[in-house]
């Protein structure tokens, strides 16, 4: 099979991929400097606080978070040792459990927040007018609702 990618697709494909990993990279920085930790555990209590009952089962956390599945985990031990989330037994399946934010997992998503919505700010919103998130928006849905199809 032969791939017929046109140049222009190939460079905006090129330029969407660079363009997310500096932004990562950038986002990544500004937590450090804040002393705070890295955005795969922002995804994760952000995807816990938004879950019902602020829990998830740890397959369903897998499937849910966005940045980084591998090793998630290593990642929830991590965050149960800092006390940001804890696992409780599933009642129904014993081998199973649960992941649940803790008080202090949400007041860490908070902090985190802090620096991670300013950050998107500086880096992300500032260069876009309305029409453009317009624009992006309907162009990533028809990407993610392809994947769907």
Known sequence: MSVKLSKAHNLAWRKFLVAHAMLIEQIEQDLAQAELPPL?????????????????????????????????????????????????????????????????????????????????????ACHLDANEVKFLVKILNRLTNARDT
Not at 98 to 111: Q, S
Request: glycine share 4%; hydrophobic share 40%; proline share 2%.
């Open 40 to 124: 795969s555990w922002y995804d994760v209590l952000f995807t816990l606080s938004e879950a019902p009952e602020q829990r998830l089962r740890l397959h369903e956390l897998a499937q849910a978070v966005l940045l980084s599945r591998s090793n998630l985990t290593r990642l929830v031990d991590r965050l149960e040792v800092a006390g940001l989330i804890q696992r409780e037994q599933c009642p129904s399946d014993r081998r199973g459990a649960f992941a649940v934010i803790t008080d202090e997992g949400f007041k860490m998503l908070n902090r985190m927040w802090t620096v991670y919505g300013q950050a998107i700010e500086k880096y992300f």
